[in-house]
C-alpha cells in the first residue's frame, strides 16, 4: 500500500497558498462567533460574581485573553521573521506584515481594558509596573514593526529590516510573562498555569478560556484576509493575479 505524501513547499508559492486562503477564512469566521457568543454568554451572564472584586472583574474576560494573544501573535510573527530570513521565503514576510496589526490591537485591548480595571481596584488608571511597562514596551514594537516596514519602498527589503526587529524584539515576550515572578509586582500572578490547578470557578475559566478561543479565531481570520490583500498587491504584475475572477471583475 503507498502513501501519497503532501507537498507541503508548494504552499511556500504565494499562487498555491492564495486559493487555501479563500476556503479557510469563512471557518475561523465561524468559529470566532460560536466560540464568543458562548464565551460572552458564560462570562457576563452565568459566572458568578466576585466576592472581593465584585462585577468589575469580569473585565478579565476581555483582557486576559488580548493578554495572551499579543504574546502569542509575536511569537508566531517571530517563527515567520525566523523562517523568512533563514529560507528566504516570500510568504514568510507577508505573514509577518499580516500578523502585526492584529498583534497591536491585542496589545492595545489587553492595555486599555487592564486600565479600566486597574482604576477601581488600584485607585489609578496607570502605574509603571513590570508587567504593564513590558506590555507597553511590546505594542511598541509592533507599532515600530509597522512604521519601518512602511518605511522603505522595496518589499523585500523591508520585510527582512521587519523581521530582523521582530527577532530582537522577541526577548520581551519571557519578560512579560515572568514579569510577576522576578519581581515585586502590582499586577496579580496566573489564575490559569498548566502545572497548578486554576484559581477560578469552572465557569470562569470556561468563560475565559472560550473568549481566548474566540481571539485565536478571530486573529486567524483577520490575518488570513489581511495576507490575501499583501499577495495581491505584491503580486499584481504576475499573470496569476491578473486571471483572479476577484482581479477581472
Known amino acids: 500500500m503507498s502513501f501519497r505524501l503532501i507537498n507541503w513547499f508548494k504552499f511556500a508559492s504565494p499562487s498555491s497558498f492564495y486559493p487555501v486562503l479563500g476556503k479557510m477564512i469563512p471557518m475561523f469566521w465561524a468559529l470566532a462567533a460560536v466560540f464568543g457568543g458562548i464565551g460572552l454568554w458564560l462570562s457576563f451572564f452565568v459566572a458568578p460574581t466576585d466576592a472581593t472584586q465584585g462585577e468589575g472583574y469580569r473585565i478579565i474576560f476581555i483582557h486576559v485573553p488580548a493578554s495572551w494573544m499579543s504574546m502569542f ?6 517563527l515567520w521573521a525566523a523562517l523568512g530570513l533563514s529560507l528566504n521565503a ?6 509577518v506584515q499580516a500578523l502585526a496589526p492584529t498583534g497591536a490591537l491585542m496589545a492595545f485591548l489587553s492595555l486599555w481594558t487592564g486600565a479600566f480595571w486597574g482604576k477601581p481596584m488600584w485607585g489609578t488608571w496607570w502605574v509603571w509596573d513590570a508587567r504593564l511597562t513590558s506590555e507597553l514596551i511590546l505594542f511598541f514594537l509592533y507599532l515600530g514593526y509597522m512604521a519601518l516596514h512602511s518605511a522603505i519602498d522595496d518589499p523585500r527589503r523591508a ?10 524584539g522577541v526577548v520581551n515576550i519571557p519578560i512579560i510573562y515572568f514579569s510577576v515572578k522576578w519581581w515585586n509586582t ?5 489564575s490559569v498555569s498548566l502545572n ?15 473568549m481566548a478561543l474566540c481571539l485565536w479565531m478571530y486573529s486567524i481570520a483577520v490575518a488570513l484576509m489581511r495576507v490575501r490583500a499583501v499577495i495581491l498587491e505584491r503580486e499584481s504584475h504576475t499573470d496569476w493575479v491578473k486571471h483572479l475572477p476577484e482581479v477581472r471583475a
Do not use: E, F, N
Not at 502590582?186 to 496566573?190: E, I, N, R, S, W
Open 159 to 168: 520585510d527582512k529590516a521587519g523581521a530582523v526587529l521582530v527577532l530582537v
Open 90 to 95: 516570500r510568504l514568510s514576510g507577508m505573514m
Open 196 to 210: 497548578k490547578s486554576p484559581t477560578m470557578a469552572m465557569t470562569m475559566l470556561w468563560g475565559m478560556l472560550l
Open 186 to 190: 502590582l499586577h496579580q500572578g496566573a
Open 73 to 78: 501573535i509575536y511569537i508566531v510573527m517571530a
